[in-house]
C-alpha cells in the first residue's frame, strides 16, 4: 500500500498537503488492523468487517522517523511539522534519547498533544535497592478509595458522581437540537469538556496518591481484582467505574521499585490476627472476630491481609515486618492523614525513564 501512495498522488493531488511518512503511517495501521481480524477469525470470533473512521473520530496522526524537529526562540518552544509548520508547545520537560516518532492528537474538547518517543539506552547496573520494611499493603474499595496497612486512609472523591447533574443538564441541551446544526455540535462540546474536566480530575488526584506510596514505599502490595465481574452488578458498577482502580494500579507499577497483586480471595473475610473466617455483607464496614476479639475497619484488615499474603510469596513473615500493636487497635484510635495533606502531595517524576511523554 506504501507504493500505491505513489501512483495515488499523481491522481490525487491534495495528498501533496501532507507528509509521506503521516500517510505510510495510516496504511501501517490498516494493515495491522487487517492481520488482527485474522488473527482473531482463525481464533473462532466473530470479527465482521473494517470500516471507515468517522470524520469526527479520526483525531491522530503520526510523523515517524522524519518531518518533525523541536526548535527554541527565546523562551517559548516550538514543534515544527512538516507541511504544517511551526506550532507554539508548552513543553514540561527536556526531551531524552533520540527522537523516533511523533503523534499528534486532538481531544474531543479540542486540545491538542504531541507524543513523543524516544529511544533511551538505560545502564542495567543501576538496580535500585528494595527494602522489606518498607513495604505496604492497599486494599482499594468504595467508600475509601484506598485503606493501606499502615491505617492510613484515603476518601473516595467519586468525580464521577458529583458531575452527574451538569452532564444530565448537558445531554438534555443535546437532545433539544437539531441533528447536523451548529448549535448541537456546540452543546456536544461543552458536554465534552464536561467528561475531560472528569479526566482530569481523576487523573490528577491518582497521580498525587500513587506518588506518595511510591515515595514512602519501596514495595508495594494490591490484590488482583475481576473488575470485568465486579462491574456486572448493577447497584455498584458506575462507582466501580468511576473510581478506576485498574489506571491506579498501572500508575504505581511505573513509579514504585516493586508491584505486586496478590489473590484477592479472602482477604476481607480473613481475621488478620487468627486467620478466622468471619464472613461479612458490603452493609458490615467493622471486622469484628469471635475468637480473638479483634475490632478494626473492615478495608484496615483486608490491607493487613494483601501485605500478609504478599510477604509470604517472598518467604517473609507479618511479624517480622510490622509489630503486634499495629493489629491491636479500634478504628477510633487508627490514625487518619487529613484530607489536605492528601491534596497537597506534590507530583515527582518515577526514578526510571518512561519511553514516551506527552506535550501539551
Request: glycine letters at 4%; aromatic letters at 8%; hydrophobic letters at 30%.
Amino acid at each position: 500500500m506504501n507504493y500505491i501512495l505513489t501512483e495515488l498522488k499523481q491522481q490525487e493531488s491534495w495528498l501533496y498537503n501532507y507528509h509521506s511518512k503521516m500517510l505510510q503511517s495510516v496504511s501501517t495501521q490498516l494493515e495491522s488492523a487487517e492481520k488482527t481480524l485474522i488473527e482473531r477469525s482463525k481464533k473462532g470470533h466473530n470479527t465482521g468487517k473494517l470500516r471507515f473512521a468517522r470524520y469526527g473520530e479520526y483525531r491522530t496522526f503520526t510523523y515517524n522517523q522524519s518531518g518533525y524537529k523541536f526548535e527554541k526562540y527565546g523562551k517559548q518552544d516550538y514543534l515544527y511539522l512538516s507541511k504544517i509548520g511551526y506550532i507554539e508547545i508548552r513543553q514540561h520537560r527536556m526531551i531524552p534519547g533520540n527522537i523516533k516518532q511523533v503523534i499528534v492528537t486532538r481531544s474531543k474538547s479540542g486540545k491538542w498533544h504531541a507524543c513523543v518517543t524516544c529511544y533511551i539506552v538505560e545502564s542495567t547496573l543501576n538496580i535500585p535497592k528494595i527494602s522489606f520494611e518498607k513495604a505496604v499493603g492497599i486494599d482499594v474499595g468504595i467508600k475509601s478509595f484506598a485503606y493501606d496497612s499502615d491505617g492510613h486512609q484515603t476518601p473516595n472523591p467519586l468525580n464521577l458522581k458529583k458531575m452527574l447533574k451538569p452532564l444530565s443538564r448537558a445531554q438534555r441541551s443535546i437532545s433539544r437540537k437539531v441533528k447536523g446544526s451548529n448549535n448541537r455540535k456546540k452543546a456536544v462540546k461543552f458536554y465534552q469538556i464536561i467528561h475531560e474536566r472528569i479526566k482530569n480530575r481523576r487523573k490528577d488526584f491518582q497521580h498525587k496518591l500513587s506518588t506518595q506510596y511510591a515515595k514512602n514505599h519501596d514495595v508495594v502490595f494490591v490484590e488482583k481484582l475481576e473488575k470485568l465481574n465486579m462491574v456486572k452488578n448493577k447497584k455498584l458498577s458506575r462507582s466501580i467505574m468511576d473510581s478506576s482502580w485498574g489506571t491506579f494500579v498501572q500508575k504505581l507499577e511505573y513509579k514504585c521499585k516493586l508491584l505486586v497483586e496478590v489473590p484477592a480471595r479472602n482477604t476481607t473475610i480473613n481475621c488478620s490476627r487468627c486467620g478466622n473466617k468471619v464472613p461479612k455483607s458490603l452493609a458490615v464496614r467493622i471486622h469484628r472476630c469471635d475468637k480473638c476479639n479483634l475490632v478494626i475497619d473492615r478495608d484496615y484488615n483486608a490491607s493487613i491481609n494483601i501485605l500478609q499474603k504478599g510477604l509470604d510469596i517472598f518467604g517473609i513473615g507479618l511479624d517480622m515486618k510490622l509489630p503486634q500493636e499495629l493489629r491491636e487497635v479500634t478504628p477510633v484510635e487508627i490514625s487518619m492523614r487529613s484530607v489536605k495533606q492528601e491534596v497537597a502531595v506534590m507530583t515527582v517524576f518515577s526514578k526510571e525513564k518512561p519511553k514516551s511523554f506527552s506535550i501539551g
